[in-house]
């Protein structure tokens, strides 16, 4: 099986032996990896019908549910790892996502496309009209993505939402390891990026 560029560096932040709650798993691709070659347990959720029929066709556990509703299902400290890939930009409510984030799980993963790259900003600015890229590549008005938003945009709700970045791993546009000046300056370079994050120790779970 051969996993998006960005989904292996997913993977390689997971620890072998994880507990692993997969949000907007998609068909389940990164699961499977994680269970089958890196003795992970655990499960995801998808909204879509075809991921979710994905997944049970990869023997991946799924349950069909809705991240912008909550984790109610889920208990503090459940798993020992939450992924968010390629997902908060289309939820209608990103804060709560990492909020329940860290109430379930002590560590967490999140990857995004970046607004704030160049090319797009100069397409706004000299064109006049909603940006693509081979990352965003629909129209405003059939894009699932209603919450874009640049890196920088991103790491102010992570503090806010009581989480610390403990690495960030910028991603050009293949959706590989970035370096050069997208590591230098993400915000402005950097197609995307990876996340990890961790619970603030001296802030306690609602």
């Known amino acids: 099986m051969t996993l998006r560029p960005d989904l292996r560096l997913v993977a390689d932040l997971i620890g072998a032996d994880s507990r692993v709650l997969d949000l ?7 699961l499977d990896e994680l269970i089958t070659n890196r003795s ?4 995801g959720v998808e909204l879509s019908d075809d991921g979710f029929y994905g997944c049970l066709a990869r023997g991946v556990p799924v349950v069909q549910g809705d991240v912008d509703r909550g ?9 020992d790892v939450v992924v968010l890939s390629e997902t908060i930009q289309a ?29 797009l900003r100069l397409e706004l600015l000299t064109r006049g009209r909603m ?6 590549p629909n129209q405003w008005y059939s894009t699932p993505n209603i919450h874009l938003c640049t890196l920088s945009d991103f790491e ?23 370096s050069g000046l997208a590591g230098a300056r993400p915000n402005l370079f950097a197609a995307g990026a990876v996340y990890s994050l961790e619970r603030n120790s001296d802030i306690l779970n609602p």
């Open 40 to 43: 992970c347990s655990g499960w």
């Open 24 to 30: 907007g798993c998609g068909d389940g691709a990164l």
């Open 156 to 178: 102010d709700l992570v503090g806010e939402s009581g989480l610390t970045i403990v690495d960030r791993i910028p991603l050009d546009g293949s959706q590989r390891r970035a």
């Open 131 to 136: 940006p693509t890229s081979p990352e965003l």
């Open 71 to 79: 984790l109610e299902d889920v208990e503090d400290d459940e798993v």
């Open 91 to 119: 939820l209608r409510r990103p804060e709560l996502a990492l909020r329940e984030m860290r109430r379930v799980a002590q560590r967490g993963i999140v990857s995004l496309p970046n607004f704030g790259h160049w090319r």
